[in-house]
């Protein structure tokens, strides 16, 4: 929001967006492409500098009552897949994955198998 701001002020200078991306380069890190892309926007006559409202789809699945869900199924059957848990919740294997590590913060641990050989007595 800042660089936006900072942006806008040196719209209204009549800089440059090269120049204004060169100065604001030594201060703070901002792409090219977002200067240019600001400076557009102000040209056309916009002048607030916040994000305009999308309109994507908001998540619906990773709702409190599906993590509580999840987490008990796991506590229940640590041997779940994802595709299990979404089967059985009708909700997609992405957030059944977002609920598990980034609601759950639960992490699989990495079990390894060493195959062992019995010697014989006879070698």
Not at 34 to 62: A, I, L, Y
Not at 80 to 102: C, N, P, T, Y
């Amino acid at each position: 929001m800042e660089q936006r701001v900072n942006i806008k002020f040196c719209f209204k200078l009549g800089r440059t967006a090269t120049e204004t991306h060169k100065m604001l380069l030594k201060v703070d890190a901002v792409s090219k492409k977002c200067v240019f892309e600001w400076f557009k926007r102000f040209r056309d006559g916009k002048e607030d500098v916040k994000d305009e409202p999308r309109s994507c789809r908001p998540p619906t699945s990773t709702t409190p009552d599906n993590i509580e869900r999840v987490r008990r199924m796991l506590a229940d059957d640590r041997q779940l897949s994802l595709r299990m848990i979404a089967e059985e919740l009708k909700i997609s294997i992405d957030s059944v994955s977002d609920i598990i590590h980034e609601h759950l913060q639960k992490r699989k641990k990495k079990v390894y198998a060493f195959q062992t050989f019995l010697r014989s007595s006879n070698v």
